[in-house]
């Protein structure tokens, strides 16, 4: 059984993960990622784009190293932080299927680059309860935020995001709001120091290409073919959802709290909806990956959490390979 090996085997699962990854970036070395053009308000992708756009399998090969990177991060700070009671590596593995899904999406590659930051923000997020260095780690948390928003614009509402999981753990400090501010805004001061000595400092402050990517979602042209796929997601999402729900009146208020920071994250995804479609879902890795991994591993009935298990990655590959 799948579960079984990943609990009681952490490192060899550890080698496994690795594999995962590798066959299904395989498709990508096969059919190379190429980088959409880069549009509104993005200097850091922009230089990316720059130095990658001619090498697409230079780019397949990032984008591995990324969504590893990404699913480690993830599911140490799951681990750390008390989220799951289990060493496992099932939420690198759950992270990892599903951004190979993904990537499959023209601005897939953007997104993975620009979550690389907002995942290194929620990692120091859950840890900042229990932890002494609270300036510190908010003013981290504060300028991976802005860097993720040099990638990705839109990506800037998780500053909002940040305000309220303070309130969540009670840090009502008007200091602590500062530093978080104040981190979000370095990546700006350099950018517009940049901006300044090469005499172009009206498209620093050209407010346009900030706002001009909003619109609403048109979901009158997803096909049935899509549709299918999400909503099996919606449900296993729920499933889960349910369970840790069920789990959270049996812990600790630290427990719940940090929980809550899944919820709260989930609403601003929902928001980011309203100016792509696959950013919101893309987003949405971090609440599905620890809910989900929470059901997996906790649930006493293993038949029914491995049947559910197996049922997330054969839809994976089937929505892939059999559903275009």
């Known amino acids: 059984m799948l579960l079984n090996f990943f609990k009681r085997n952490f490192e060899l699962s550890f080698i496994f993960l690795f ?47 990324l969504v590893l990177i990404e699913g480690i991060t993830i599911n140490l700070a799951l ?60 003013f981290w948390i504060g300028l991976f935020i802005g860097l993720a928003s040099l990638i990705y614009f839109p990506s800037i509402i998780f500053l909002i995001f940040a305000y309220f999981s303070l309130i969540n753990f009670s840090f009502y400090k008007i200091r602590k709001w500062l530093v978080l501010t104040l981190g979000a805004f370095i990546p700006y001061l350099y950018l517009f120091t940049f901006y300044f000595w090469n005499n172009s400092l009206f498209q620093f402050i050209n407010i346009k290409q900030y706002l001009g990517g909003f619109s609403l979602p048109h979901f009158s042209s997803i096909q049935l073919t899509s549709i299918i796929p999400v909503a099996v997601f919606c449900i296993l999402f729920a499933i889960g959802f349910i369970f840790a729900n069920q789990k959270r009146q049996e812990k600790s208020i630290i427990f719940r709290r940090k929980t809550n920071l899944f919820l709260i994250y989930l609403f601003f995804c929902v928001a980011l909806l309203f100016e792509n479609k696959i950013s919101g879902v ?25 049947s559910i298990l197996w049922i997330f990655i054969i839809l994976v590959f089937v929505k892939i390979f059999v559903i275009k």
């Not at 395989?26 to 990622?33: A, K, R």
């Not at 992708?45 to 984008?63: F, V, W």
């Not at 929470?294 to 029914?304: H, Q, S, T, Y």
Request: with cysteine.
């Open 19 to 65: 594999l995962t990854g590798i066959v299904c970036w395989s498709y990508f070395f096969i059919h190379p990622i190429s980088l959409p053009l880069p549009s509104g308000f993005a200097p850091l992708y922009e230089y990316t784009y720059r130095l990658l756009a001619n090498s697409p399998i230079l780019i397949s090969i990032i984008s591995l190293c």
């Open 282 to 306: 893309f987003f949405t890795s971090i609440p599905f990956t620890g809910i989900f991994s929470l059901f997996l591993l906790e649930n006493k009935r293993k038949a029914w959490a491995e």
């Open 79 to 138: 681990i750390r932080q008390n989220i799951l009671n289990s060493k496992s590596w099932i939420p690198a593995f759950i992270f990892v299927l599903f951004h190979f899904l993904l990537m499959h999406y023209s601005d897939g590659f953007t997104f993975l680059y620009c979550y690389l930051f907002i995942i290194l923000a929620f990692a120091q997020l859950l840890g900042i309860y229990n932890n002494d260095a609270h300036y510190e780690n908010v």
